[in-house]
């Protein structure tokens, strides 16, 4: 695809999910179709389609794949992994336009919508699994070593607390508070009270 068409998709596209949200805001997610929201940014029906399967779908934020380039940094990395893995995502987020009040609604609206809370679960544990895959890499261990999914899911949750920390202070930007919440992980399970014993196996 040319960068010119690139640009252009990428320009209906989001004009698309300004108007979902518009009209979810105003009107109710329940109460609007796909033609009222293909009306609202200027588009026919079938042009909808040809960006998002459903209405929901319109909702979420454009999808943006990890840095091949800073993928492979991230696997070649000698560095502490936490570490390195913070830089890769930071440089995630940093090319990735995401709107606040537009994530602000789809958290509000997924509270209360089942589908829409699931299509964007999907999406996030899709980019968790894509995560799991860089771990891999990076520990040079196949599918049946438990590590890379655990570690992916605890950096995933971490990003989750970072991203709704960020939606609801209104201010700063993304990267810093996904970094910050990320980075924390290092030290989290560390923290005991002073003389209480460490966990032992049963």
Same mark, same amino acid.
């Given at each position: 695809m040319?960068?010119?068409r690139?640009?252009?998709r990428?320009?209906t596209a989001?004009?698309?999910?300004?108007?979902?949200?518009?009209?979810?805001?105003?009107?109710?997610?329940d109460?609007i179709t796909?033609?009222?929201?293909?009306?609202?940014?200027?588009?026919s029906l079938?042009s909808?389609f040809?960006?998002?399967?459903f209405?929901e779908?319109?909702?979420l934020p454009?999808?943006?794949a990890?840095?091949?380039?800073?993928?492979?940094?991230?696997?070649?990395?000698?560095?502490?992994?936490?570490?390195?893995?913070a830089?890769?995502?930071?440089?995630h987020?940093?090319?990735?336009e995401?709107?606040?009040?537009q994530?602000r609604?789809?958290?509000?609206l997924?509270?209360?919508?089942p589908k =829409?809370m699931? $299509?964007?679960d999907?999406t996030?544990?899709?980019? &968790?699994?894509?995560?799991?895959?860089v771990?891999?890499? #990076? !520990?040079?261990?196949?599918p049946?070593d438990?590590r890379?999914?655990?570690?992916?899911?605890?950096v995933?949750?971490a990003?989750r607390?970072?991203?709704?920390?960020?939606?609801a202070?209104?201010?700063?930007?993304i990267?810093d508070?996904? =970094?910050?919440? $990320?980075?924390?992980l290092?030290?989290?399970?560390? &923290?005991r009270?002073?003389g209480t014993?460490?966990?032992r #196996? !049963?």
């Amino acid at each position: 695809m040319s960068t010119l068409r690139a640009r252009r998709r990428k320009r209906t596209a989001d004009t698309i999910r300004k108007a979902a949200v518009e009209l979810a805001l105003s009107d109710g997610l329940d109460n609007i179709t796909t033609e009222m929201i293909a009306e609202r940014a200027g588009i026919s029906l079938r042009s909808f389609f040809n960006y998002f399967a459903f209405k929901e779908e319109a909702l979420l934020p454009p999808p943006v794949a990890l840095s091949d380039e800073k993928v492979e940094q991230f696997v070649n990395g000698s560095g502490p992994l936490l570490d390195d893995l913070a830089d890769l995502l930071v440089a995630h987020f940093r090319q990735t336009e995401i709107n606040r009040t537009q994530l602000r609604a789809l958290l509000e609206l997924s509270r209360t919508h089942p589908k =829409l809370m699931f $299509v964007k679960d999907q999406t996030f544990c899709r980019y &968790e699994d894509q995560m799991g895959v860089v771990i891999a890499r #990076r !520990l040079s261990v196949g599918p049946e070593d438990p590590r890379p999914r655990l570690m992916a899911a605890t950096v995933a949750a971490a990003i989750r607390v970072g991203v709704s920390r960020w939606v609801a202070e209104g201010q700063g930007q993304i990267e810093d508070e996904v =970094l910050s919440t $990320v980075t924390a992980l290092r030290d989290l399970f560390q &923290e005991r009270t002073p003389g209480t014993p460490r966990l032992r #196996r !049963l």
